[in-house]
């Protein structure tokens, strides 16, 4: 069955284009003006954008699997979500357990995706331990299609040593992928929590405390002097704050070829959150935590300068009711996450081009195009062009809606992003050339497939 989209607003690479574009076994077959209608089923597209499928570089589902700590959303819960708002491909952090191979992760990741998910997928390597035996996985990681790994500067039982993270950025490097790092200085917060628990400030309104503007930017000075020692580009996740973008853009001026990435939460709530009654604040409590306006303002400034690369969720979603309770009387156990990854084309569309900042190519670059190209997925995934999957977003700009938990595919009961009036809103996706949302409506399930991934195509 061959599909063709007419009369839309093409996102294009060299900006949005009125064309029509038409779909065969599951490719883009052609892209151009008044194409044939010939045994095709039509979408008008009328009025509307027409993206290429969204990647979301930067999720969590069924993390914590079998403690109390396991996140709400799942593969299939998760996976649906994403495709409902747009998102067409997932990278998810498969996370090996200490002591255990990298393959054991990348299996159990496998399992736990493979035939659940309603998106395509690929997972990111997390890397814990490092020793000859993990170093050399790396080639048999980059045979199945694995080719971009995630350390951690924070958090015990996932923080490793600088030496450590120089010499992973090297191995990497040499496989022609990317270690995207969580920059934090795990020490000060350490140090910060213990001298807040102590002073009695239990409350979720110490979270951004123990997670300071410098404790990043520290952090992201460090991750970026490794890289330049090692002689690799990197990747920095989640970037909140005007100081850590500072140390980002001060190793730019010096030629060190960096990735940015951050998220929507960053660009839309501040640190107010944190003075909620009760424990509600507990909903806004993930690590990096929320900013002051000023951060926002430069965080705007850098994405429609095109220093941001890539925007990505950080979905990581535990239930209030439930397991965000755990930190109810001490903030440090509150598990850090909020859902996301349903809502992020309506947000950065909503605030990023209606508020702006961006413009829809930009919004098409660092949410397609940018993902695919770093994270070796270019030209297959992430661009509208003739010969590429067939994963498409018809957006339309003009619906206006407002987000509710109660009507979210998210498997979570709450979102941070309650009641807000969003000023567009994802409409069709076809999947693999399938048409898999209608209306807003997810229509097919169960359709993603992995992803297996090439080495990174650097543009700086
Ligand atoms: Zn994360």
Same mark, same amino acid.
């Given at each position: 069955?061959?599909?063709?989209?007419?009369?839309?607003?093409?996102?294009?690479?060299?900006?949005?284009?009125?064309?029509?574009?038409?779909?065969?076994?599951?490719?883009?077959?052609?892209?151009?003006?008044?194409?044939?209608?010939?045994?095709?089923?039509?979408?008008?597209?009328?009025?509307?954008?027409?993206?290429? *499928?969204?990647?979301?570089?930067?999720?969590?589902?069924?993390?914590?699997?079998?403690?109390?700590?396991?996140?709400?959303?799942?593969?299939?819960?998760?996976?649906?979500?994403?495709?409902?708002?747009?998102?067409?491909?997932?990278?998810?952090?498969?996370?090996?357990?200490?002591?255990?191979?990298?393959?054991?992760?990348?299996?159990?990741?496998?399992?736990?995706?493979?035939?659940?998910? @309603?998106?395509?997928?690929?997972?990111?390597?997390?890397?814990?331990?490092?020793?000859?035996?993990?170093?050399?996985?790396?080639?048999?990681?980059?045979?199945? *299609? &694995?080719?971009?790994?995630?350390?951690?500067?924070? $958090?015990?039982?996932?923080?490793?040593?600088?030496?450590?993270?120089?010499?992973?950025?090297?191995?990497?490097?040499?496989?022609?992928?990317?270690?995207?790092?969580?920059?934090?200085?795990?020490?000060?917060?350490?140090?910060?929590?213990?001298?807040?628990?102590?002073?009695?400030?239990?409350?979720?309104? @110490?979270?951004?405390?123990?997670?300071?503007?410098?404790?990043?930017?520290?952090?992201?000075?460090?991750?970026?002097?490794?890289?330049?020692?090692?002689?690799?580009?990197?990747?920095?996740?989640?970037?909140?704050?005007?100081?850590?973008?500072?140390?980002?853009?001060?190793?730019?001026?010096?030629?060190?070829?960096?990735?940015?990435?951050?998220?929507?939460?960053?660009?839309?709530?501040?640190?107010?959150?944190?003075?909620?009654?009760?424990?509600?604040?507990?909903?806004?409590?993930?690590?990096?935590?929320?900013?002051?306006?000023?951060?926002?303002?430069?965080?705007?400034?850098?994405? @429609?300068?095109?220093?941001?690369?890539?925007?990505?969720?950080?979905?990581?979603?535990?239930? $209030?009711?439930?397991?965000?309770?755990?930190?109810?009387?001490?903030?440090?156990?509150?598990?850090?996450? &909020?859902?996301?990854?349903?809502?992020?084309?309506? &947000?950065?569309?909503?605030?990023?081009?209606?508020?702006?900042?961006?413009?829809?190519?930009?919004?098409?670059?660092?949410?397609?195009?940018?993902?695919?190209?770093?994270?070796?997925?270019?030209?297959?995934?992430?661009?509208?062009?003739?010969?590429?999957?067939?994963?498409?977003?018809?957006?339309?700009?003009?619906?206006?809606?407002? &987000?509710?938990?109660?009507?979210?595919?998210?498997?979570?009961?709450?979102?941070?992003?309650?009641?807000?009036?969003?000023?567009?809103?994802?409409?069709?996706?076809?999947?693999?050339?399938?048409?898999?949302?209608?209306?807003?409506?997810?229509?097919?399930?169960?359709? *993603?497939?992995?992803?297996?991934?090439?080495? @990174?195509?650097?543009?700086?």
């Amino acid at each position: 069955m061959s599909i063709l989209i007419q009369n839309g607003t093409l996102v294009l690479p060299n900006g949005p284009t009125a064309a029509d574009l038409r779909v065969e076994d599951g490719k883009i077959a052609a892209i151009g003006p008044g194409l044939s209608a010939e045994g095709c089923q039509v979408i008008d597209a009328r009025g509307k954008l027409v993206f290429p *499928g969204f990647i979301d570089t930067h999720t969590h589902f069924e993390m914590n699997k079998g403690t109390d700590r396991e996140t709400a959303d799942d593969w299939t819960t998760g996976t649906r979500a994403a495709l409902a708002g747009g998102t067409t491909c997932v990278l998810d952090f498969a996370e090996p357990d200490h002591g255990c191979s990298l393959q054991s992760a990348l299996d159990a990741w496998h399992s736990r995706a493979d035939g659940h998910a @309603s998106c395509n997928y690929s997972f990111h390597m997390t890397i814990v331990d490092w020793d000859q035996r993990i170093r050399d996985e790396l080639p048999r990681m980059t045979e199945q *299609g &694995i080719t971009s790994y995630k350390v951690y500067l924070a $958090y015990d039982g996932m923080r490793i040593p600088d030496g450590t993270a120089y010499e992973i950025i090297k191995a990497v490097g040499k496989e022609g992928g990317i270690v995207g790092c969580h920059c934090e200085n795990g020490d000060l917060i350490d140090e910060s929590i213990a001298e807040l628990k102590a002073a009695g400030k239990l409350s979720p309104s @110490s979270h951004p405390l123990a997670h300071s503007a410098v404790i990043e930017a520290e952090a992201v000075g460090r991750w970026l002097a490794l890289a330049e020692q090692a002689g690799y580009p990197v990747n920095v996740v989640h970037l909140s704050t005007q100081r850590g973008l500072e140390q980002a853009l001060l190793a730019r001026s010096h030629g060190q070829p960096l990735y940015l990435e951050s998220c929507p939460q960053y660009f839309t709530m501040t640190d107010e959150k944190y003075q909620l009654p009760g424990f509600e604040s507990a909903k806004f409590v993930f690590s990096p935590p929320l900013r002051k306006q000023e951060d926002v303002d430069a965080l705007w400034e850098a994405l @429609s300068e095109d220093e941001i690369d890539t925007i990505g969720t950080d979905h990581c979603s535990f239930d $209030y009711a439930t397991t965000k309770q755990l930190g109810k009387d001490d903030f440090s156990q509150i598990p850090p996450g &909020i859902p996301g990854t349903e809502h992020r084309p309506a &947000i950065m569309y909503t605030f990023g081009v209606k508020g702006g900042h961006i413009d829809v190519l930009q919004m098409m670059l660092s949410m397609s195009e940018r993902p695919a190209r770093l994270f070796g997925m270019f030209p297959q995934k992430g661009t509208l062009a003739v010969g590429s999957d067939a994963d498409i977003v018809i957006f339309d700009p003009d619906h206006t809606w407002r &987000i509710h938990a109660a009507d979210q595919y998210q498997n979570v009961d709450y979102t941070p992003y309650e009641d807000m009036e969003m000023a567009g809103r994802t409409d069709t996706v076809l999947l693999n050339g399938q048409i898999a949302v209608e209306g807003g409506r997810v229509v097919r399930e169960g359709l *993603g497939t992995f992803v297996s991934r090439g080495p @990174s195509q650097f543009w700086r």
